[in-house]
């Protein structure tokens, strides 16, 4: 036992002794010394962890507990298949021969008092109580941890490997290995989230909400048959060949997770941004996009960093998974990202950018400023879709960076909002749910592109220049730790307190509460324009025997004639937010109006010589989450050229649509 | 080189019908418009007095509509309804006057609405007969494409794939040769219309069958025929779309792009009606050889 102790004292001064070497991002929480061997025979894990962790808080911590996620495919009662349903297509029939379900489990465990463990262990259901739910494991330690003390462990585990389950698994000799290990949950310490009182944050794994982890350092060895290749999170450091195996080492600091990637048939290409590393995985009919890729990284990671702040790792791998691997194409893991394309995708779909950028962009929102995705899904994803529209909208421009292709053009911005607006979903839940309580629909229309469409309104409301120090406090003040969703609230009212004043009220509150916290939907509209010629005054004006007749000289027949002219704006939904209107006349002149859009109808009226021709509401499309832009004007003449186009164009369409079917009689 | 003499013929029968040609556009056109003025009153009531419209006229405005689908889709079901009736009522009105194009080619007359009118609906039960059972053939006929497709790209399940290529490489196999077979099925459905006007019989197992052995006895000469048939339409629609793409999306360009649509229609009309009198020209030359 000694021995083994000695081993482990080892390994850890060899860890601290790299650790030294980076400069330290994080706080290091739990590191991980990991040696694994994927057997692709049984398509069994076999590992062995040292996992030395410290207690962030001021709090005596008695347990330690572990995500165990891959008992999330152990059968079909747990937690994340009863909130998924069982999904024919993937799990094939009964006559496989292969049991494609999976399991992990801790054999052994150790602490660095030579205390044994594996009896003080007991599966935790703290969501759902769910007793068949294997995902959350507790471990009650012999000697407690300390307020800001650590403990080391070791331990042995053995895992099988899923076959074509979501995100993760094999298929064929394809291996997505996420969510892999088991992997201690977040402590919590007072404060940290709005929490009172320190804690656990160990979620079992539920069907939505994927992430949230610990900072830490990790050392990863792989062994596996020496055909195949790797690909990981962190630097490859070593790489032994030992008869017909291999062992990959590699390492990575200041990150929340570990995934990897294997198979005998990835062909690698590389590219360099200043001092990070790209790397693109992929199979032989998929090289040709590599070019797409290093572009669109590249593009990313120079944006995110003039935008938010620099990405700092060494290296960054893309995976773009063959097609029987699509059960593992777009995800995050720390340096290491997966995509979706096919061969024969043309260069106007940019389905591989679209991907690749969202996936860099969640190193960002969920790696180095470690949210809870599970408790707050917005603050990952959301934000993740605000900055994909950003990157890809300034780069490949804003209304054909998602397609542009045989004259259909579509922006990521504007693609988003159909997303958002196509969901029959998108009023069932405020923004701020949890990722598992989105119960009937919603999650990905109101968790991502509502939130990716807030953003943008808030960024037409406060400024791009307040917004850009909104990102740049917030990127500053929480990378490497864990914000709540108050945080970054926080953050917005200070900030714009200072860019702005009091100009939108005491704070930004009134915003939240509409956007992230309510349900409510935003639609103005342009209700009328009417322009009232002024008449002289008739009738009995200043007595009841004086009729007033109108004039000879009738103002119908004067050249210039006055007007009583007024827009009536009204409110349509119950989202309340300041609005600029912009008033046309006749003779060119422009009116720019501010209106606070509390009242449910307001109207802006003038006298003069010229009629009010179009009057149209936010017309920089500021509010980006209007429901209706079409409504947000009015003109008093009709838009004939337009209705022409459309209609000569669906005339046609239905021509040849027409003569197509008849050729077939 | 019967085939290409017959080809010939057939344009030079297609200047001296343009009254029928005419006709063929015009129906096309009108029945288009059933569906075309609802989607016009939609925009209208939608749009008509809204700036984003006008906004959209320089390009594909995809936010536009966007949001005529999301505010707006409670006529699009409506619409589309329409749209399928119109289509299939279209097909009827074209099975009822493919009677009247071929009986006129194969009178070899000058075109006059009477006899249009005389073919189209005396045969017009007889060509709808045979019109139910070609879609079925053709129904058949895809469906053994997309059976050939799957057995060539190893399944579609993309699960048991070794790789995306499979797919593309199965569709260069498979493509081809239901485009044959769809040209040869053509050619047989063509060929027995002919027939029908010919014989005038009501049963249509005798046109079928005598039809199939004047295929038989010059299959090759046919299938010159329509695969010259289909390399000058394949020609037509790339130069229309080359054309097409001259022009950029503006406001200015609106006319145009439909004046040239609609020059492509005109063009797609005459390239049946080339097809049905080249077919006509070279049944009756193999029939008196025979």
Not at chain 1, 270 to 291: A, L, M
Request: net charge negative; with cysteine; aromatic share 16%.
């Amino acid at each position: 036992m000694k021995f083994r102790l000695y081993i482990i004292f080892y390994f850890y001064v060899l860890l601290l002794s790299y650790q030294a070497k980076a400069e330290q991002l994080s706080a290091r929480i739990a590191n991980y010394d990991i040696n694994v061997r994927l057997d692709v025979e049984s398509k069994m894990l076999y590992g062995h962890t040292v996992l030395n962790w410290n207690n962030p808080s001021a709090d005596v911590v008695e347990d330690l507990q572990f995500h165990m996620y891959y008992n999330a495919f152990k059968n079909s009662e747990s937690t994340f298949m009863k909130e998924r349903g069982i999904f024919d297509g993937i799990l094939g029939n009964a006559n496989d021969n292969d049991c494609r379900w999976s399991y992990t489990t801790i054999i052994s465990m150790e602490d660095e008092y030579g205390n044994q463990l594996v009896n003080n262990m007991k599966y935790i259901q703290p969501d759902d109580g769910n007793i068949d739910d294997q995902t959350v494991l507790q471990v009650q330690l012999a000697n407690p941890v300390e307020a800001f003390g650590s403990v080391t462990v070791e331990f042995t585990w053995e895992a099988k490997v899923p076959n074509i389950m979501p995100r993760t698994g094999y298929n064929k000799d394809y291996y997505f290995m996420v969510q892999w290990f088991p992997k201690v949950g977040v402590y919590e310490a007072e404060g940290t989230r709005g929490r009172e009182r320190g804690g656990w944050s160990c979620h079992q794994y539920h069907s939505s909400g994927e992430y949230y982890g610990e900072f830490g350092v990790y050392q990863v060895a792989i062994t596996l048959p020496s055909n195949y290749v790797v690909g990981a999170s962190g630097e490859l450091v070593h790489q032994a060949k030992e008869a017909d195996e291999q062992t990959w080492v590699f390492h990575v600091d200041d990150v929340i997770d570990f995934g990897w990637t294997a198979s005998p048939h990835f062909i690698v290409q590389e590219d360099q941004y200043k001092d990070t590393k790209i790397k693109y995985y992929t199979y032989p009919s998929k090289t040709h996009f590599s070019e797409r890729y290093f572009r669109t990284i590249k593009n990313a990671l120079a944006y995110m960093e003039e935008h938010v702040g620099p990405y700092p790792y060494s290296t960054l791998c893309i995976i773009d998974p063959p097609i029987h691997g699509i059960f593992s194409g777009a995800m995050e893991y720390p340096t290491f990202v997966s995509t979706t394309s096919f061969c024969f995708l043309p260069t106007g779909i940019k389905m591989p950018e679209t991907l690749a950028t969202h996936e860099f962009v969640h190193q960002y929102f969920m790696q180095m400023i470690s949210t809870h995705e599970q408790d707050e899904p917005w603050m990952d994803e959301g934000m993740t879709t605000y900055w994909e529209s950003r990157i890809l909208d300034h780069f490949d421009g804003e209304n054909s960076s998602t397609i542009d292709w045989l004259g259909i053009k579509v922006g990521n911005k504007e693609f988003n909002r159909w997303e958002y607006f196509g969901d029959k979903n998108y009023k069932i839940a405020e923004g701020s749910r949890k990722a598992r309580e989105f119960n009937h629909g919603g999650y990905g229309s109101i968790a991502y592109n509502k939130t990716a469409m807030w953003l943008n309104t808030l960024e037409g409301i406060v400024g791009q220049d307040c917004m850009s120090a909104i990102w740049k406090s917030y990127f500053n003040r929480w990378k490497f730790k864990h914000p709540g969703g108050q945080d970054f609230i926080d953050v917005v009212n200070e900030t714009v307190s200072k860019y702005h004043q009091k100009k939108f009220g005491e704070n930004m509150n009134w915003f939240f509460a509409q956007v992230l916290y309510g349900t409510e939907e935003c639609d103005y509209t342009i209700d009328e324009i009417d322009n009232n010629e002024i008449l002289p005054k008739i009738g009995y004006l200043n007595n009841t025997e004086d009729c007033i007749a109108m004039p000879d000289e009738n103002p119908n027949n004067a050249e210039t004639k006055t007007y009583r002219s007024k827009v009536v704006v009204k409110r349509l939904g119950d989202m309340q937010l300041p609005i600029e209107v912009q008033i046309n006349f006749e003779d060119g002149k422009q009116i720019n109006e501010s209106w606070s859009g509390f009242e449910r109808s307001t109207e802006f009226s003038y006298t003069g010589t010229n009629k009010i021709i179009s009057a149209e509401i936010d017309p920089e499309h500021k509010i980006d989450i209007d429901k209706n832009f079409i409504n947000n004007s009015y003109t008093t003449a009709p838009q004939t050229k337009g209705i022409q186009k459309y209609f000569l164009r669906a005339l046609s369409f239905i021509q040849h649509t027409m003569e197509t079917v008849a050729f077939l009689i | 080189m019967q085939p290409i003499k017959a080809y010939c013929l057939g344009w030079k029968a297609l200047f001296k019908s343009k009254i029928m040609w005419l006709f063929l556009f015009t129906a096309n056109f009108l029945f288009a418009l059933i569906v075309a003025l609802p989607i016009k009153t939609l925009f209208n009531s939608a749009a008509a007095n809204s700036l984003s419209i006008n906004e959209s006229l320089n390009r594909f405005d995809f936010t536009f509509l966007s949001d005529i689908l999301n505010q707006y889709n409670m006529s699009i079901p409506i619409i589309s309804n329409q749209l399928i009736m119109v289509i299939a009522l279209y097909l009827l009105f074209s099975i009822l006057l493919s009677g009247g194009i071929i009986y006129v080619f194969y009178l070899n007359d000058k075109f006059s609405f009477g006899n249009f009118g005389k073919g189209s609906f005396k045969f017009f039960w007889r060509y709808l007969r045979l019109s139910i059972y070609f879609l079925v053939i053709q129904s058949l006929l895809i469906y053994g494409a997309y059976k050939c497709y799957v057995i060539f790209s190893g399944g579609l399940n993309p699960f048991e794939m070794e790789s995306d290529s499979s797919l593309i490489s199965a569709f260069k196999i498979v493509a081809p040769i239901y485009m044959l077979l769809f040209i040869i099925v053509k050619l047989i459905q063509d060929l027995i219309k002919i027939e029908i006007i010919k014989s005038d019989e009501t049963l249509l197992i005798k046109p079928i069958m005598s039809a199939l052995n004047t295929i038989a006895k010059n299959f090759f000469s046919f299938l010159l025929l329509y695969l010259l048939n289909v390399i000058v339409a394949i020609g037509f629609f790339a130069f229309y779309f080359l054309i097409k793409n001259l022009f950029p999306i503006s406001s200015q360009t609106v006319l145009p792009l439909f004046i040239l649509s609609q020059l492509f229609i005109l063009c797609r009309i005459a390239l049946k009606l080339v097809n049905y009198k080249s077919a006509v020209e070279l049944f009756k030359a193999k029939v008196e050889e025979l």
